[in-house]
């Protein structure tokens, strides 16, 4: 990508691994304040909120963070990559090795690795466990181990089939090795808990349907196993994907400390998984418009498309990085206050539950402001001729989530194409009839069509992206890049 | 019922309409603490936790309770029937008789209707509006106007068709009528809110399924209406059924001054929908010897069957209680620390998502602990050869809900028959051979049979009210009164 030093130019080199502060063996210590009732009487057993063996277990793991930006979940970022210093990495790395139940992750399961190892999901030490699981499925939030509750809306979890369940119960084993597609160790998951994978419920209670064709149900659900394993999880080094694109992966330290550097006193986030349009652009410099005049000094975007699994008919994350550069290239967005990251996390296309998830996982990044669109993370319902989601239901669902009370969101004013003044522009009912929008299914028609969209819709550079994209499909029209039909 | 004057002996005479303390116009302000963020910068609009307007908005409706007992969720127990003094209830009726719109309430509304104006859902004002509605869907807990969050996991509300949504917007109508089947005139809907009803997104996180054949999803939501209303509510006269068991219908503040009366230092609830055999007795005079073990001085029993609708191969609630008669009457409770009255709620049959509604009404009635069982709420899938829920999780889920942090939660030990003893006894592992299960299926076998049970697993008056039922279905087998084949 020959344009990505330019790109780039805004953003400091950051240190591999910030300053770290973290004890050997936590053990289960940060999920045991909820625990289930046995038969004695009473039930909150563990670690009581407020105590000073709660502060303990707050700071055992995970980097200490600069004051000035909004705190992590839970009160510390976690981080779970073994640290360089200190033989850990060989020695986790041969323990892997030699570890006799090795469960493969799948391309999905290995984006969940990654989004936990940096804290993306802190306080979460690992994949769920049951107790966390069953918190996340009907409340949306996990009570941490200092009482409170963060928010928590989609199971970040881990399946194995029948046989590997019953071989790994049989020798009693509390520890299992993470493998990658070629069996390369990846990570170590400790202390482990087994328990079913009840699909169907964990399915309609995450996206409020089982219609067949959801996407990420047919990526890594419907096919996976009828257990999930839950434990704390240690990986063994910085997941990399060597596409080019590894530079763009900030954890959220490494944007914590780019923030810091900035002098940055507000940081408000905008989640995407599209092109960048005018509108986008508009709205995003109108925000920090409005953070200027409520005060803030220097409020600092984090552009920040998503980079995990997406559907088949979503733009592929290189295209979209290609497009998001042009735009800064071209003067739409200004690189001096505006760091452009990729969010490692799969899509779920799971409507109001899952824009908690993408809003949480931003506090952790150190966003205090999160910008929230119409039917966020919404698609088409797979069997029925209407949207999954009705469309103000994520924002509301947002503004009143349990754990994000510390977020202040911020939303999306609808903008269109004021075809009076030939540039995106906010809506404005008086004149409608002024207006055309121009949907997501309309400009991937142009593009597929080398067609233009109308003068001051995108940056010219940024067109130019979507439309090889959208050539470069057609010799492999039906390969398996297209796993489904592009809309129309 | 000739036996209930002696059932009833244990019970006081209660005042009809204990103290009250309420304001005459609370419009909406009770749940305008959450509310949505609107274009302006800043999410959570209304009345700020902790102010003393919010104080004062906790107030202003409600019974005052006695300080002995749990405080109802909210601060004070929600109390929506007009006052018999100053006419408010004449006006009421005239004007719900001039009201232009009337909305027809069926079976299962007006039962949700019961609820609502006794303050079992306290602090709920009404029907649900859609910032409720999704709030009970995603979190199963409501921030209340105090700012702490309330459970509330199954969604009470109102559904209209799109014909009577379409008039009354047109009129811009702010106050409906609430009419029963024979358009007598039951409350006044106020400031109302109406909303779409997607009745697939609800049932699906609500049951953690859409399969066809969920009891209450086929009696209430199948072909209820597309559109919700939600609003406040007040009710012309408490809610009768003049079917001979209203006078154990008692409400929240009925019990409490009942267990005031008894001077009783603990509550503690056993929800129930089947005929009590003696290991259901064994459990509870366990849980009271448990309680006076932990010092309390007086536990009381709050035996509570559920009196809405049930399903088809439920036991009826008269012959529940006909049945549930003879347990006291034979000595196999104590009615000296006993108090036996009717849940006037419909059952969902909702597993997990359905026990947090029934222990968190409990709390309003006075109950500070609450005996929860295996697979509670549960059921069989409705169309796969399992059940539909862990048998665990709602004992789980309930010890984590947000909201209920106040309750005692007590998990229930498992009784069996033993065969050496021939008795129901606590289930002992070691002895596992002697110990027979006797399932509902089992039992309801039995009783169609005209069979007996082993000695000792249900008192003999108790097993002949079963038999009498399953006798009395005889003749009008295949009637409505059996909408569903009984399991054999």
Known sequence: MATQAAFLAGLSQLAAQPGRDRAVAPARVAVAAVGVGSAKVGVRVGVKAGTAEAKAVAQRRGVRCRASLIEPDGG??????????????AALRREAAELPHRLRLSRVDKEWVHVLSE?????????????EFLQALHFNAIRGADGRMVNMSVPIVLSLGDAQRRAIQADGATRVALVDQRDRPIAVLSDIEIYKHNKEERIARTWGTTAPGLPYVE????????????GDLEVIEPIKYNDGLDQYRLSPAQLREEFARRNADAVFAFQLRNPVHNGHALLMTDTRKRLLEMGYKNPVLLLHPLGGF???DDVPLSWRMKQHEKVLEEGVLNPESTVVAIFPSPMHYAGPTEVQWHAKARINAGANFYIVGRDPAGMSHPTEKRDLYDADHGKKVLSMAPGLERLNILPFKVAAYDTK???????DPSRKDDFLFISGTKMRTLAKNRENPPDGFMCPGGWKVLVEYYDSLVPSEGSSKL??????
């Open 76 to 89: 510390r970022l976690v981080d779970l990559v073994a640290p360089e210093e200190g033989g850990r990495r």
């Open 219 to 230: 990526e890594a659900i419907t096919n996976a196993g009828d257990w999930l394993i839950g």
């Open 421 to 427: 003044q030939k540039k995106m522009d906010f809506f």
């Open 310 to 312: 997406t559907k088949a």
């Open 119 to 131: 804290g993306w999901a802190s306080p979460l030490q690992g994949f769920m466990r049951e107790h």
């Open 483 to 488: 796993r489904e039909p592009v809309a129309a």
